[in-house]
């Protein structure tokens, strides 16, 4: 009995010790770039966007100008000819 517990107490400290020289190995990178990335060479700069919060005055003002567009495209789609026809 005191052999199995032997054999398995090195069983274990073999995959512990494979577990952890594998962890510490460099790794090869397997990600793909995006294809919008494949002309930018590495160290160039990149342009880039912050947006800050708007007051609720321009938040209403771009909700509201939202809503004339879609009132447009709605009365568009009405405006297509179709005839309802019911079955009694």
Do not use: W
């Not at 793909?32 to 002309?39: A, I, N, S, T, V």
């Not at 708007?54 to 009132?71: G, H, K, T």
Request: aromatic residues 6%; glycine residues 6%.
């Amino acid at each position: 009995m005191d052999k199995i517990y032997f054999l398995y107490g090195v069983v274990a400290g073999v995959v512990l010790l494979v577990g952890l020289i594998l962890m510490f190995l460099p790794q090869k990178n397997t990600t793909r770039l995006h294809p919008e990335m494949l002309d930018v060479k590495p160290g160039e700069k990149l342009l880039g966007v912050t947006f800050k919060s708007c007051d609720l005055e321009e938040y209403a003002q771009l909700q509201a100008r939202i809503e004339e567009v879609r009132q447009k495209l709605e009365d568009e789609e009405d405006d297509d000819g179709d005839v309802i026809i019911s079955r009694v």
